[in-house]
């Protein structure tokens, strides 16, 4: 029989706060033995990026601008003063010994979530499979996304 | 025994990107045979008005000016430069080949997806029932949702 | 055996509209009589703030300075307008006789609602349980709140 014990997050967000919040509650529900999947939609689609620049039109190019550097270079959702709030947000985390993005992406990995890129939005915003980090799974659609979801206990969207 | 698979949407959010986030999830769900039902609150409400100006406190014509056009008029969460946003998300879906956000809403009333918006948000933003589309259900609080919620496998608050 | 009808709210945001629908949600489901439990995380931990200046660093005090006052005195997350929304919407508020947040708050604890701060955020803006208002449970990380959540019919992400 399969699992229902899972936990689904669709990740819709690019905000560092969020995609911060999407990785620490997977980790801990991996962590628990949780089959764990994350889904990663729109802005969302940032957070399992290289970071290099991708698409040739208009709108692809400006994302890819904006999505230069990945996941390093996000910024939160409040108290980004070009940058500032970052940068802040990084020397906090440090002082304070939490876990880099980087790091806290690594572990999800290893403890085996499941980074699911939405289909639609690669095709909108022309991104490429080469173009996502090693380890992000096979680019998916709603119907996929909700199957895993049925199997899940809380399905959180961010 | 009533069905138990369902899915339940809050929106509360009325940018573009998530309100067309919010009909993909629920146009998916309902092509798989789930009993599926849209809870619209706050700014959500917004995706089901007509458009026109409603309400006669300062409040409520503010709202019903920056909601005027309905749909068609809303702008993303990010990027939405004084309308430029909106605009380039629309020519990136259209040479995309992605469904507006008008035909999405049309094809989750023909799924029979249910659109309910909330009770309390109505009274405080002085919207009428007319000032809805055509196909949204009867206002509902709290509970409507919470029981709905509770015969659905995932329940998302977008 | 345990229930598994409980509501669980993850409240990350501190913004007054979407901390009003989380209270208004978890009042709901109490009065169905469902096991409810709100976690408060990041920004969302200013909704049971008393409000007064807490941490050393530049970061908490900067988050102190913008939480100063408490629930009283957050913002909605548009039309802020430098307070003015915040001003409209209370007066909105009261000429529809919708109850504040801190009488929902207030409801919300009567009912049983738990009300359960993230340990991680508080050690990262120095938050003391003693900053806290009276009724806050003792603080948790993602391990209780996912166990809470797996007893629960829907876990809302706000």
């Not at 970071?51 to 409040?78: D, H, K, W």
């Not at 010994?97 to 890129?117: F, N, W």
Request: charged content about 20%; aromatic content about 8%.
């Amino acid at each position: 029989m399969e699992s229902t014990n899972g936990t689904t997050i669709i990740l819709m967000s690019g905000d560092m706060d969020k995609v911060m919040a999407a990785f620490n509650i997977a980790v801990g529900a991996a962590a628990m033995g949780k089959e764990t999947v994350m889904f990663f939609t729109f802005w969302g689609i940032k957070a399992i990026q290289k970071g290099n620049l991708t698409g040739r039109s208009l709108f692809a190019r400006m994302m890819g601008l904006l999505n230069r550097g990945g996941i390093n270079r996000i910024g939160p959702s409040q108290f980004n003063f070009w940058g500032m709030g970052r940068w802040m947000f990084k020397q906090m985390m440090k002082s304070h010994k939490i876990i880099s993005l980087d790091d806290l992406r690594k572990t999800a990995l290893e403890l085996g979530v499941k980074l699911l890129p939405c289909q639609m939005s690669m095709e909108v915003m022309e991104i490429r499979k080469e173009d996502l980090i090693e380890g992000a799974g096979e680019p998916c659609g709603v119907a996929t996304m909700l199957e895993l979801s049925d199997r899940s206990k809380q399905t959180l969207f961010i």
